[in-house]
């Protein structure tokens, strides 16, 4: 084997570190920038030369952004859209998994690859026949029209993705608990969903962050401002005449925290949901 | 249940693309292949279509090449890998409106952090309007590899941990260097997973709507970044054509689909399962 000298060696393992801190620097330092922003009083964040430290930290623009604002409403329609949607599509999907692995009936493969090519869809695609329809039906302005909106954009692709997870339980475990004298529901709330239970996380988390990151269906359709989600509401207060970047920040700041927490605490599954394709976007 | 789910608004959408119709209100008026016909005149149209293609175009290359070189340093062995992993998926993990109102602060040609140190270590003369005219598309799509280039590094990072290490050895024993390993063994190993990365970055990239939107956005030159997807919503939530918007948006179904059907083509293989 051929041996590379040492000095060479060393060369390499300082460039690899180098590159390491510049990966992590390229993706964390912007964010950093937006908490440094948030914590300054307006007179600092305008200030030149900036500073990364702020130098009289406060909290002012977050109590500002709690007191003044709507953030607190937009906070929790994001936070029952969300929940209520994943609940929803990983209960619809599941069933559905379920029925499309267990048991046999025509045309299932042809329907796993349709399911399968609307992986490739984008919001913008479906947006004009669902706003006219949620018009037909008088849902606009509702937060069921943003539920169901995110519940079929993405049941499909949960379908998908727990129909996988399903396949690799062996039919066995089940027919066991059912000559165990359990019924068939039994067996799927004992068996299968524990073992199941990746899948699931999976599809929580895909479901989760399509719905909580999304701006265009409650764009379109939601109008009043009492019932908006945290991206609209956050762009309203980006587009006021003066942009008050350090309100701006803070709003930032208090997003991306409950999606970098769940992010934290699913990281161990997350993996996982990776290589059987839980991302999209 | 779920096929209609997926056909019936594709199935609508087609249907109201034959109409012309307010977004508004309920009246319609049979168009036939009317709104089709306009969209071919339309300039407008074209001029979406060629930015959203270079929009496209530029931004799936550049996360390609920057994707595949972070997931080799990422799959190199070093202490605190763990965390620089976790890390680096922060830009695609944080809500589209976080990741424009931090760039666009950091890009702010008054305030901003970048044109600050631009003009303070005289690389520039002048601080950059980053959001004007010249430089928005420049910016956009800096901003855009930013934001998803971390879905390339994880799609070839799984890939790169499956290839067995003696491919490498074998190959490093017959005297091959860095460079000739990396096109030797790892690329054609990549292969595979590449055909699908390309292929969805682009698709998603094409019709990659709120990054746009909000880029644009009150910045004034918003004209110079009006991509095929936020003409449809123009079209549909601006100018209240929802017939037309509908047609536009089967438009861009049709051409995604043919481009797809054309890739196979082109560029698939039997052996390959992706």
């Known amino acids: 084997m051929r041996r590379r000298p040492r000095a060479g060696r060393r060369l390499g393992r300082a460039l690899l570190y180098a590159a390491a801190l510049g990966l992590t620097a390229q993706a964390v330092l912007p964010l950093v920038w937006m908490l440094s922003t948030a914590l300054k009083p307006p007179r600092e964040v305008l200030a030149t030369p900036p500073g990364l430290v702020p130098a009289e930290p406060t909290l002012e623009n977050f109590a500002r952004l709690v007191g003044e604002t709507a953030f607190l409403a937009y906070l929790r329609n994001s936070v029952v859209v969300s929940g209520i949607t994943v609940v929803l599509t990983v209960a619809v999907a599941a069933a559905a998994a379920y029925s499309l692995t267990r048991f046999a009936f025509r045309g299932r493969e042809a329907v796993a690859k349709l399911v399968l090519c609307t992986y490739m869809f984008a919001p913008i695609m479906i947006v004009v026949p669902i706003y006219v329809m949620a018009r037909g039906l008088g849902l606009v302005n509702t937060h069921a029209a943003l539920v169901l909106s995110y519940s079929s954009f993405c049941l499909p692709f949960a379908l998908w993705l727990l129909r996988a997870f399903f396949q690799s339980i062996p039919l066995e475990l089940e027919e066991a608990a059912l000559v165990d004298g359990a019924g068939r529901l039994r067996a799927v709330v004992h068996v299968v969903l524990p073992l199941a239970l990746p899948g699931l996380v999976a599809t929580s988390i895909f479901t989760f962050t399509l719905a909580w990151n999304d701006y265009v269906f409650t764009r379109i359709l939601i109008a009043s401002d009492e019932l908006k989600t945290l991206p609209v509401g956050v762009q309203d207060l980006f587009s006021a005449a003066v942009v008050d970047w350090g309100l701006i920040m803070a709003a930032g700041v208090l997003i991306t925290l409950p999606a970098l927490a769940f992010f934290a605490a699913v990281q161990r599954h997350l993996v996982e949901g990776w290589g059987s394709g839980g991302l999209k976007g | ?274």
């Open chain 2, 1 to 274: 249940m779920i096929a209609s789910l997926v056909a019936y608004p594709v199935g609508y959408a087609i249907w109201l693309s034959l109409h012309e119709k307010h977004s508004f209100f309920p009246a319609q008026r049979w168009v036939g292949l009317g709104n089709y016909a306009l969209i071919l005149a339309d300039e407008e149209f074209w001029d979406s279509l060629r930015k959203g293609a270079v929009y496209a175009a530029a931004t799936t290359a550049l996360q390609l090449v920057a994707g595949v070189a972070m997931a080799l340093v990422l799959h190199r062995a070093f202490r605190g890998r763990t965390f620089v992993r976790a890390a680096v998926l922060f830009p695609y993990m944080i809500p589209t409106i976080v990741a424009v109102i931090v760039w666009r602060w950091l890009l702010n040609e008054t305030y901003g952090l970048v044109d600050h140190l631009l003009v303070a270590w005289r690389i520039v003369r002048e601080p950059v309007v980053w959001l004007g005219v010249d430089h928005i598309m420049t910016s956009l799509v800096a901003m855009s590899v930013w934001q998803f280039t971390p879905f390339v590094v994880v799609s070839v990072l799984a890939r790169l941990q499956t290839i067995p290490p003696e491919l490498h050895e074998a190959a490093r024993v017959d005297g091959a260097g860095a460079w000739a390993r990396f096109v030797h063994v790892t690329l054609p190993q990549l292969r595979a997973v590449l055909f699908v990365v390309v292929l969805l970055r682009s698709i998603w990239m094409f019709t990659k709507f709120d990054t746009v939107w909000l880029w644009g956005e009150g910045a004034g030159a918003g004209r110079e970044i009006r991509t095929l997807p936020v003409y449809v919503y123009m079209r549909t939530f601006t100018y209240y054509q929802a017939g037309f918007g509908a047609a536009l948006s089967v438009v861009m179904f049709a051409m995604l689909m043919a481009a797809t059907v054309l890739y196979f083509r082109l560029f698939w293989k039997d052996e390959e399962t992706a």
